[in-house]
């Protein structure tokens, strides 16, 4: 693809970056204060059209790309984290999903909450099952024309704000049968059976809701299946092809706060003066800044070709390999970079009177959520060895010789 932005693209950017600064960062401080879910900057996000971007026209939304949705979240970033996560879940992730494989309701339901402010949450990770996803527990037991859910899920992103929820869960038919792993669309508010039990303390990014869900006797109508070709018995690794756009966009959001601390960095060395002069004109810093443009472009060159790329020629979705390469080094270049900036500062950037220490926090949720560093290199190392490379103590001995189906 081409990395030359079209006008559009160009107005697109510019827009973003006066929205973040005219409306998001004044209230960037308080959001990590407090750690209230920050729905003035939802209404704010949905009344100028960034919520639901990738949504085609036909349901409401301006059909964007991936690339395009990338450029209002690098910018968002830069001033709160907050934000630009609610921007990637308003535009790729659950909603992406539902918006490629989802029946004509499931699409009509999905746009039409997005386009109206709802953050939507996938449900994915469980108390004993998180990197190792295909260990939950989780379970969908058919009873005629619906589902019964009972389980738990943690780590929930938007627990107890979202409408929304994508839950994936171990299908069953009615003799008991298990039928593989599935998506099931459920709305908090009009399904009964979800509880919130527990909200996570967490070390940055507080004013988006971590939390624990407990699923019981959760009745999902048969239509709210979501169904990719692969049906149940393979349809989890069409799903989490979805996620692939989600990881993406949490490397974007790591690039965009490093973006933001190389600006505040940059406009410190040329203000503070220190033996008589500025301190940008001390080697030392002009060196660390170098590099820490380098590994910024490095990142956002890797991030927006993921964001093009395709796994496949009938799948909307970025190259998996791509994905993970560019989370893999924007989210550990950008913690790098963002603990540069708070140096440059000295104990100044250690106070929360500046955003450094609020980025440094921020920042480093993106080595973990959205698949850890350590599994992705799992991923990238499986796909250049051409081998089948699975987890599972018993599984990996004979696979290992396997080569990997295309």
């Known amino acids: 693809m081409s990395l030359t932005l079209t006008a559009d693209q160009s107005a697109l950017r510019e827009r973003a970056r006066d929205f973040a600064l005219q409306t998001v960062r004044p209230r960037a401080a308080a959001i990590d204060r407090n750690g209230d879910y920050p729905l003035d900057i939802v209404a704010a996000l949905t009344a100028e059209g960034f919520m639901g971007m990738t949504i085609r026209l036909a349901y409401g939304g301006q059909g964007r790309s991936f690339f395009d949705a990338l450029l209002v979240v690098e910018e968002m970033a830069k001033q709160c984290a907050v934000t630009a996560r609610i ?7 659950a909603l992406a999903a539902i918006m490629h494989y989802g029946s004509e309701e499931q699409k009509q339901l999905a746009a039409a909450l997005v386009l109206g402010g709802d953050k939507p949450a996938i449900c994915i990770s469980e108390p004993d099952a998180g990197s190792d996803a295909t260990s939950m527990t989780t379970r969908a037991d058919r009873r005629g024309d619906h589902f ?20 994936f869960a171990r299908a069953f038919d009615e003799s008991g049968r298990e039928l ?19 909200r996570e303390a967490t070390l940055g990014l507080r004013g988006m809701p971590e939390g624990e869900l407990v699923f019981a006797d959760l009745k999902i109508a048969a239509h709210r299946v979501l169904a990719p070709p692969g049906g149940f018995r393979n349809g989890f690794g069409d799903l989490m092809n979805a996620y692939n756009s989600q990881r993406v966009g949490a490397g974007t959001v790591a690039m965009g706060i490093a973006a933001g601390a190389l600006d505040e960095a940059l406009a410190w060395v040329k203000e503070r003066h220190q033996f008589g002069r500025p301190i940008g004109e001390f080697q030392g810093l002009q060196w660390m800044l170098a590099d820490m443009q380098t590994q910024l472009t490095a990142a956002r060159l890797m991030l927006y070709a993921a964001a093009g790329s395709r796994g496949s020629h009938d ?3 970025p190259c998996p390999n791509l994905a993970a390469q560019a989370k893999i080094f924007a989210s550990e270049a950008a913690q790098k970079i963002v603990n540069d900036a708070l140096q440059m500062f000295g104990a100044r950037g250690y106070s929360n009177a500046l955003p450094l220490e609020r980025m440094l926090r ?12 350590q599994v992705l290199r799992n991923l990238v190392a499986s796909k250049l060895l051409g081998w089948k490379l699975p987890q599972a103590r018993d599984a990996y001995a004979p696979a290992h010789y396997a080569i990997a189906a295309e």
């Open 315 to 317: 799948s909307p979705f």
């Open 148 to 167: 019964i859910l009972n389980g738990c899920k943690h780590w929930i992103t938007g627990a107890g704000i979202s409408r929304l929820h994508l839950i």
């Open 180 to 198: 593989g792993i599935g998506g099931f669309i459920a709305i908090a508010g009009e399904d009964d059976g979800i509880t919130v039990t527990r």
């Open 87 to 93: 921007v990637v879940e308003a535009n790729m992730g």
């Open 362 to 373: 921020d920042v480093r949720m993106f080595t973990i959520g959205g698949g850890t560093t």
